[in-house]
């Protein structure tokens, strides 16, 4: 059995201990302690770390009463042994911990709404309640916990020895299933729940605590959160990324979010004009290509070289080609790589198989069936030839059909 020194002072960092146990666990040891300021994965958050005799503390774990330091030397059972503990880790989690107290019993205080699930990992954390709150409830959550946290209450844990002296104090929330002795962790002026883990002393001590999302979730809400540092950092992140954005639109932070607006509503009107723009081009284009056209035993046959078309333009235009018994076959140079379309008309050959001789030139990839196939490949050198060759090859093609 381990005492747990981290119920009786949270802000504990470094202790003595004597080891009760050491076995092998893979490539590490499992460490039992009579005492220990480590508290383990539990909660829903995770355990902390550190050193026990130089040892690193890598992970720490519950079984029943005991509780297992997992280290990366072993120490023989009898040694006395100094705990240090990563306390910059612990303290930050104690801020998450104590303000999801916090945030909780604004949320129930306020709207009902109980917290039915906590998640804390090492950069955000999580709160699930068990109703919708939206975007106004979760804003007066966050303000309400931020004025109780600046009045600085001081947070602290009590043992109660039977369920009966738990009677008259306004909980929270009762976790079901415990049994005495039960430790109840309070805030002076608001919140009092059932709880096992280490807190800060007072709330002012969590630091600013900022709701960074709240999503619907399982018929609630779940809110993600940050306290202390964390919040710290991800509001001069986001100063950070408005500061770029308002910079590169030569405007004031304020006026960031119209500037955007603004140009992503010039962005649709350029895009409309410049698909009509295209339609127009394309109407030209076709007619050009069906003039130059070769007739070949009574189909037209057309094989062309095109710079930067994309694939919707590609199929526009040769299906305005496809007039009578007909053969397009259009390529699309886009620099790196180079796109290909292939579609006929009263054409005895299926298209899928026509588009192999395409991909055997140019070592593309493409397939298709009936009237249309298409592929890719990656730019050859001498392009131009080989469309050159293929018009050629798809002419005796078009001639022993
Ligand atoms: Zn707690």
């Known amino acids: 059995m381990t005492e747990r020194l981290y119920l009786l002072d949270s802000m504990l960092s470094a202790f003595d201990a004597t080891v009760l146990a050491c076995e092998p666990d893979g490539d590490g040891y499992l460490i039992e302690l009579d005492q220990s300021a480590f508290f383990p994965n539990k909660g829903g958050q995770p355990c902390d770390t550190g050193t026990l005799n130089g040892a690193r503390v890598l992970d720490v774990n519950e079984q029943g009463e005991r509780l297992w330091h997992r280290t990366d030397r072993a120490i023989p059972a ?6 240090e503990l990563d306390f910059a880790r612990r303290f930050d989690i104690m801020q998450q911990h104590t303000g999801e107290h916090l945030l909780s019993w604004c949320a129930w205080h306020l709207f009902g709404a109980q917290n039915v699930g906590f998640h804390c990992a090492l950069t955000y954390a999580t709160l699930d309640l068990d109703k919708p709150v939206g975007h106004d409830g979760i804003a007066e959550i966050e303000t309400t916990a931020n004025r109780l946290a600046a009045e600085n209450a001081a947070v602290t844990a ?8 738990l009677k008259g104090i306004p909980l929270r929330k009762h976790a079901e299933g415990l049994t005495a002795p039960i430790r109840i962790v309070t805030i002076e002026g608001s919140d009092a729940c059932t709880c096992c883990a280490p807190h800060v002393r007072r709330t002012g001590e969590i630091g600013q605590l900022k709701i960074i999302d709240a999503v619907p979730y399982k018929g609630g809400t779940r809110c993600t959160f940050l306290c202390g540092m964390r919040a710290l950092r991800h509001a001069q992140a986001m100063q950070d990324t408005v500061s770029a954005i308002a910079l590169r639109f030569s405007t004031a932070r304020e006026q960031a979010e119209s500037a955007v607006q603004k140009q992503g509503e010039e962005l649709s009107e350029t895009k409309r004009e410049l698909r009509q723009a295209y339609a127009a081009l394309d109407g030209y284009l076709a007619e050009s290509l069906k003039r130059e056209a070769e007739d070949v035993k009574g189909t037209k046959l057309i094989v062309k070289l095109l710079e930067s078309v994309d694939a919707k333009r590609l199929r526009g235009l040769a299906g305005a080609t496809m007039d009578g018994r007909a053969l397009t076959v259009l390529f699309s140079d886009t620099g790196e790589r180079v796109s290909y379309l292939l579609a006929s008309n009263g054409i005895k050959t299926d298209a899928g198989v026509l588009i192999g001789a395409v991909n055997a030139a140019l070592n593309g990839s493409g397939g298709g069936r009936g009237t249309l196939a298409q592929g890719s490949a990656k730019k050859p050198a001498g392009l131009k030839e ?8 798809f002419r005796n093609v078009l001639l022993h059909e």
């Open 78 to 83: 009898g040694t006395k042994a100094h705990g």
């Open 158 to 165: 009590k043992i109660y020895d039977s369920e009966d002296d």
């Open 386 to 393: 080989t469309v050159e060759g293929l018009f050629t090859y």
